[in-house]
């Protein structure tokens, strides 16, 4: 039955040289902890990926319950992690998975440094990483705000303290991501929400998507 | 690829109506033990990735995520912390030649040159070499940035008062708010000369400000003293009134806020103890 339906699409759509780029490629020996142990080392890269999907799908139900504003960002908070059914668990595993994903990220670099992967032909790659470094730092930064509790409202107080104390830019930058010159509140909230929700995410999924397409056509760098 | 005359499409599209064959690619004649990606080693892979979630949907389960209370503009006494993440800027801003006059270093200067160098590694280290070992300059620098956040990080963890911390952001549950006596000359006593403003108007604290006033470890005399000295964070001198009144107000503090006795609980027990005998 599943081959007759993908066999119907295929005939229309020709999907199959498709699927075979998707699934046909190599795992080299040094990389491959079933045959040396030390390899686990190239799983980093891996697990971060992994812990992102872990925090869009646990994002993504964190958004059902969650107001950007300042009256409700934090009851519904409250409401999420002490009545929702599981709310503490999906709670919990996107404020750990941040976490995690620096940790597991950290790592990858360290390993992509280490190993020397990041030199020719592989430099435009170790960029997009870097970038993607920066992203993961901004939505850690950016989520941090959204509970609104104390902790949240005064690191974010001092962040953009520091930020304005930027010569030249800081200034703006300040009021591009708190909406006002002094104050913290309503509109740095909801910037702050946009932010880490739709502009960084999408970022972030697009440098991916780079990511990807580079090591696929380069393929894994071979060993020392 | 088929190209030119006798190509057949699928109706007037553009789609071949050749099919092609969908088996995998032959490694076997490919270096050392190569393996195909589908569907060999995501097979393992997954295994490896079913143990990570379930251990970290453990430590997630055990590791329930603090709230603290929501966020209030006007306590200017909050000691900030950014997420552990950050701890390490937060860190350098701290020392003396990176802060004040010399903020420049530590918020743009230091910061940027790390960053920055991170970006364009692969043209500030252009060499072919790519062991660790034959390029000591670049193993250097990345071994000295990483061992420099983790100091960093350490000291930050190391110098934040975590007891204050977790004092400052406690929620205030309506249950830990006793009733007080407010007709007491002890209430009116604490109310004129201000301690009100700081612990509360049932002597319940105010969160980074001051502390709760139940169940203190002093006696009236010691009460007495710590109005007029201070403690702590609490300056000397709040208490300006007669030493009658100090009296009144200290022991006032020392029965929290109940002197005439008429604790509920109390007289509870001494009825269970009338019915006992």
């Known amino acids: ?224 | 690829m088929h190209r030119g005359k006798g190509m057949k499409f699928v109706g007037d599209s553009r789609i071949p109506a050749e099919k092609k064959p969908n088996i995998p690619k032959d490694y076997s004649e490919y270096p050392g033990k190569t393996e195909a990606f589908w569907p060999n080693y995501l097979l393992k892979e997954w295994m490896i990735g079913a143990v990570f979630l379930i251990g970290f949907l453990c430590f997630t389960a055990v590791n329930p995520v603090s709230l603290e209370g929501i966020a209030d503009p006007t306590d200017s006494g909050y000691i900030p912390l950014p997420d552990w993440y950050f701890l390490f800027l937060y860190q350098l801003l701290k020392y003396e030649y990176a802060s004040g006059t010399f903020e420049l270093f530590g918020n743009v200067i230091i910061p940027g040159l790390a960053f920055g160098a991170l970006l364009l590694a692969p043209w500030l280290d252009p060499g072919p070499e790519r062991r660790p070992s034959k390029r000591p300059v670049g193993t250097g620098l990345m071994l000295l940035a990483t061992i420099s956040v983790i100091y960093l990080t350490w000291e930050a963890v190391d110098q934040h008062d975590w007891e204050a911390a977790e004092e400052q952001g406690e929620i205030l549950d309506e249950d830990d708010i006793q009733e007080v006596d407010m007709d007491h000359a002890g209430y009116e006593i604490y109310e004129e000369q201000g301690c009100i403003e700081c612990h509360g108007e049932q002597l319940e604290g105010s969160g980074a400000a001051g502390p709760n006033l139940y169940d203190l470890p002093y006696g009236a005399e010691d009460i007495a003293n710590i109005s007029v000295e201070g403690i702590g964070e609490m300056p000397a001198g709040m208490f300006d009134g007669s030493d009658e009144e100090l009296e009144i107000m200290s022991e006032y503090i020392e029965a929290e806020g109940q002197p005439n006795g008429d604790d509920d609980e109390d007289e509870d027990e001494d009825d269970e103890d009338e019915e006992d005998e």
């Open chain 1, 1 to 224: 039955m599943l081959q007759r339906i993908y066999d119907w699409v295929d005939e229309r759509m020709d999907i199959t040289p498709l699927w075979r780029d998707i699934a046909d490629h190599e795992v080299p020996e040094h990389v491959n902890p079933a045959h040396h142990f030390s390899a686990f080392v190239y799983c980093f890269g891996g697990l971060t990926f992994f812990t992102v999907v872990i925090q869009f799908l646990s994002g993504m139900f964190l958004t059902m319950y969650y107001v950007p504003d300042i009256i409700n960002a934090y009851e519904s908070v409250m409401y999420l992690q002490s009545e929702v059914a599981f709310g503490m668990i999906v709670r919990g595993m996107h404020h750990w998975g941040a976490s995690v994903v620096i940790v597991m990220m950290f790592l990858h670099t360290l390993r992509v440094f280490f190993t020397g992967a990041y030199k020719k032909p592989r430099e435009l790659n170790w960029v997009v990483g870097v970038l993607i470094f920066f992203v993961i730092l901004g939505l850690g930064f950016t989520g941090y705000l959204l509970p609104w509790d104390m902790k949240a409202y005064f690191a974010t107080v001092v962040a953009l303290e520091i930020a304005e104390s930027v010569p030249v830019v800081g200034e703006m930058i300040r009021v591009l991501l708190a909406g006002h010159e002094e104050l913290l509140g309503a509109q740095t909230l909801t910037r702050f929400f946009a932010i880490h929700v739709f502009f960084l995410p999408g970022a972030l999924l697009g440098l991916l998507a780079a990511h990807f397409i580079m090591i696929r056509r380069q393929g894994i760098s071979g060993p020392l």
